[in-house]
T-cell receptor, first 111, second 112 residues
């Protein structure tokens, strides 16, 4: 069964800093990997989707990479802002019917 | 606006009182699923549906029922809720194929 791990569990950075969030998964036979943002008590907002055949995806200040062979994905956030404070979740889709989530990295950007 | 809508957002109920959490999507997605989110355990799949009248169990189906009579709706039914079903519930949908998921805003359920 797919296991997804996110390290660190929590991260605090000063505003303006570039940062990297890590996601690792045990089964490299994935369809795709999706990064989400979750604000406290709120739903999940999709940030980036990387297909298994892709190496990276970019959206604004966000860049996600995927290395299937090593079972890793990273989310790079450039020039962090206080509004980026949230929990970031990665999820690996394995098979037709399930999405396996990590437990998230809680990011705090300090003004 | 393309979205997944869950209702209610918050619900407090008593043990044993049947309840239904509704989920509706306006994107004509074939696939829908339910997840629960618990501290330290992350999100776990309860049930999923590949299309109308096709449903199957996820990782934690005990105590839940679902139905898929229409493509847009996928209600989650708790016939006899218990306190261990207190959780944050999410409905999600996607198109068939290698597409990403769209999640609803969540339903926070408390069973006392």
């Amino acid at each position: 069964k797919q296991e997804v791990t996110q390290i660190p569990a929590a991260l605090s950075v000063p505003e303006g800093e570039n940062l990297v969030l890590n996601c690792s998964f045990t089964d490299s036979a994935i369809y795709n990997l999706q990064w989400f943002r979750q604000d406290p008590g709120k739903g999940l907002t999709s940030l980036l989707l990387i297909q298994s055949s892709q190496r990276e995806q970019t959206s604004g200040r966000l860049n996600a990479s995927l290395d299937k062979s090593s079972g890793r994905s990273t989310l790079y956030i450039a020039a962090s802002q206080p509004g980026d404070s949230a929990t970031y979740l990665c999820a690996a889709r394995t098979g037709a019917n399930n999405l396996f989530f990590g437990t998230g990295t809680r990011l705090t950007v300090i003004p | 606006e393309a979205q997944v809508t869950q209702n209610p957002r918050y619900l407090i109920t008593v043990t044993g009182k049947k309840l239904t959490v509704t989920c509706s999507q306006n994107m004509n997605h074939e696939y829908m699923s339910w997840y629960r989110q618990d501290p330290g355990l992350g999100l776990r799949q309860i049930y999923y549906s590949m299309n109308v009248e096709v449903t199957d169990k996820g990782d934690v189906p005990e105590g839940y029922k679902v139905s898929r009579k229409e493509k847009r709706n996928f209600p989650l039914i708790l016939e006899s809720p218990s306190p261990n079903q207190t959780s944050l519930y999410f409905c999600a949908s996607r198109r068939t194929g290698s597409y990403g998921y769209t999640f609803g805003s969540g339903t926070r359920l408390t069973v006392v």
